[in-house]
């Protein structure tokens, strides 16, 4: 048999999660943290940009490709929007009257 006290709505300006979500930890620290730890006196980020950089000059397209954006940003890709060179003419949209009054 089902308990009726608790099937029924929560009362006006009560919460049903009063906690709310639970936070979630700082992912940049975090990673800033994995990545500063050292080993033989290289860091990870040090020994995970070399190996990035071996894969690169091995023909790695993808690893050359990270490397790249990382540190000159994405290439922007320019669209040409004109027709033969010449401007595309934009002719506002027809305002539709009422005739018959």
Do not use: Y
């Amino acid at each position: 048999m089902a308990n009726n006290k608790n099937l029924r709505p929560f009362p006006k300006g009560v919460s049903g999660n009063p906690k709310g979500r639970p936070k979630l930890p700082d992912i940049r620290e975090a990673l800033a943290r994995v990545l500063a730890d050292e080993k033989d006196g290289v860091t990870a980020l040090e020994a995970t940009l070399n190996a990035l950089r071996a894969k690169a000059v091995r023909g790695d397209i993808r690893a050359a490709e990270v490397l790249l954006d990382r540190a000159f940003g994405k290439s922007v890709q320019v669209a040409d929007i004109t027709s033969g060179g010449e401007p595309i003419r934009v002719v506002p949209p027809i305002a539709w009257t009422d005739d018959t009054a």
